[in-house]
């Protein structure tokens, strides 16, 4: 694990799940820029937003929250824009 030179421009890489029909939002699974799984990205309903679920043992440095927070905060604004358009 682990690689040397120049730091990576992404660190993370979000693989979409599929999703079944009884569920209403989607998943991701996180991987590090060198294939290592971080954990995953799901919808959590008290709180109206995607959130991580880590791996046990994973250490995330501030890039790296960055990188994820950017997504999930994309993929929470396209889920309000969703359920905004289903209102109409």
Same mark, same amino acid.
């Given at each position: 694990?682990?690689?040397?030179?120049?730091?990576?421009?992404k660190f993370l $890489?979000?693989?979409?799940? =599929?999703?079944?029909?009884?569920?209403?939002?989607?998943?991701?699974?996180?991987?590090?820029?060198?294939?290592?799984? =971080?954990?995953?990205? $799901?919808?959590?309903?008290?709180? $109206?937003?995607?959130?991580?679920?880590?791996?046990?043992?994973?250490?995330?440095?501030?890039?790296?929250?960055?990188?994820?927070?950017?997504? =999930?905060?994309?993929?929470?604004? =396209?889920?309000?824009?969703?359920?905004?358009?289903?209102?109409?």
């Open positions: 694990m682990g690689s040397y030179g120049p730091p990576p421009k $890489r979000f693989e979409k799940m =599929l999703r079944p029909s009884n569920r209403k939002t989607d998943r991701w699974k996180i991987f590090s820029h060198d294939g290592y799984k =971080l954990g995953y990205v $799901r919808f959590y309903p008290q709180w $109206r937003c995607y959130v991580t679920e880590d791996a046990a043992g994973v250490v995330w440095s501030g890039s790296c929250h960055a990188e994820a927070d950017k997504f =999930l905060t994309e993929q929470t604004k =396209l889920w309000r824009m969703s359920i905004r358009a289903r209102k109409k």
